[in-house]
């Protein structure tokens, strides 16, 4: 799918956020910076992800996530970081991956109106569960890992066509 390139000149952040930062954020990263480069769109959107939590700062990505990633193609090298109040005004979209993340990065401002970031729920753009979560898969089977590629991806393609049409 070639999509058209944004005309704006300022380079757009996008964060994306789970708990831990080893699971399902780096996924989301891994996905959208990959459809960033098949787009050629890596000059005019930019992306990171991190975790509500700090259990895993520092690490790589978990294993299974990361062996997921590779048999779709994709590395994952990001290391875990914890969401900052400053993120909210530094990154244009913010994207939880689930409603208690959503809450825990809300919590991070008194004044939701004065931070950049729109702040949204990644499966606001999954045609096949608008507005639902993406589960955790950390204490669950392997399945739970290709399960949250596919949301991602699905979820991904839409929100970059959400992004240039909100953009040009
Ligand atoms: P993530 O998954 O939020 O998708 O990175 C988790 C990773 C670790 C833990 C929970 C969720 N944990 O409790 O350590």
Do not use: W
């Amino acid at each position: 799918m070639q999509i058209p390139n944004i005309k704006s000149l300022s380079m757009k952040k996008v964060l994306f956020v789970c708990l831990g930062n080893i699971c399902r954020s780096p996924m989301a990263e891994g996905v959208f910076q990959d459809l960033l480069e098949q787009n050629n769109l890596t000059d005019q959107i930019s992306c990171d992800s991190a975790g509500t939590g700090a259990y895993h700062v520092g690490e790589l990505a978990d294993h299974r996530m990361r062996d997921t990633a590779k048999q779709h193609n994709l590395e994952l090298t990001s290391r875990a970081r914890q969401v900052t109040e400053e993120d909210l005004h530094e990154f244009d979209y913010v994207l939880a991956m689930d409603k208690s993340n959503y809450r825990n990065i809300m919590r991070l401002t008194n004044d939701p109106n004065s931070i950049k970031a729109q702040v949204m729920l990644m499966r606001d753009f999954d045609e096949l569960d608008q507005g639902g979560e993406v589960p955790d898969p950390y204490y669950g089977g392997i399945d739970g890992f290709e399960n949250v590629y596919q949301i991602l991806k699905r979820s991904n393609e839409k929100f970059l066509a959400h992004i240039q049409q909100a953009e040009n």
